[in-house]
């Protein structure tokens, strides 16, 4: 099983920029597909971005197109979420995934969570 700790939320301005972090333990990084949730307060937890274990592969929300960039760096067993033009709908506790893609992307059941880091958007 493969553990996974968020870092890098907080309180941001309409408009700014942040990037989580999450660091993965474990079973072999590289072969899982990484995942960002996000859940805001009285919504269900949605899928915003994915990036397969080899790299070329990614998906975004729409929501979240243009605005926010996955990236990961295998070495460091590590995913980012560079966050850019936030905006105060962006508000909601952030969690990292880790599993196949299909089960990150399409059903959202991955292997693992992390434990979620909070991002606050003021307008």
């Known amino acids: 099983q493969v553990q996974l700790v968020e870092s890098g939320g907080g309180l941001v301005q309409a408009g700014g920029s942040l990037r989580l972090s999450c660091a993965a333990s474990?079973?072999?990084?590289?072969?899982?597909?990484m995942g960002w949730f996000r859940q805001a307060p009285g919504k269900e937890r949605d899928i915003i971005a994915a990036i397969s274990w080899s790299g070329p592969s990614t998906y975004y929300a729409d929501s979240v197109k243009g605005r926010f960039t996955i990236s990961k760096d295998n070495a460091k067993n590590t995913v980012y979420l560079q966050m850019n033009s936030l905006k105060p709908e962006d508000t909601a506790v952030y969690y990292c995934a880790a599993g196949r893609w299909e089960m990150v992307v399409h059903i959202h059941k991955p292997d693992a969570w992390g434990q979620g880091t909070l991002v606050t958007v003021s307008s």
């Open positions: 474990g079973r072999t990084f590289s072969r899982y597909t």
